[in-house]
């Protein structure tokens, strides 16, 4: 003998089907941790350069880190250098990647012709994930 529901059985089994996947598609939501704010970003003292920028001579740019306290956490800056032909060059100090902060006192020296008015842009990313512009100049 089989086992025969009536036709409004298997309406009520279908209902039942999707209401317990609704409810537990809702509870993997519900259980979830909150969202946390995003971490701050880091900021310099009053007076203090996080990054200093020298151009010595037509065919030469510094970039410096001395380093602070407020940003011992900075694994890389990125700079982007425009020179007044539009030619752009960007390169790395440190790495995202990194787990370890870019040491006091790194610099990098970029060469090209740097006769007319340049931009430069550097860019800091922390270990938090946290990233801030710290230099937006034109030399």
Known sequence: MTNQLPAHGKGIQIFCFFA??????????????PAGSP????TQ???TSVVTVTQPDSSHIQITYPGSVET?????????ITD???????QSMGSRLATTPIPYGSSRTFTGSFEGTDTVFVTG???DGSHKLFVDSTL
């Open 20 to 33: 317990m996947v609704f409810l537990l598609i809702l509870s993997c939501g519900c259980t979830q941790s």
């Open 39 to 42: 971490p701050a970003p880091a």
């Open 45 to 47: 003292a009053a007076g």
């Open 72 to 80: 011992d956490k900075l694994i890389e800056l990125e700079v982007t």
């Open 84 to 90: 007044s032909n539009g030619k752009a060059v960007t």
């Open 125 to 127: 990313y922390f270990l």
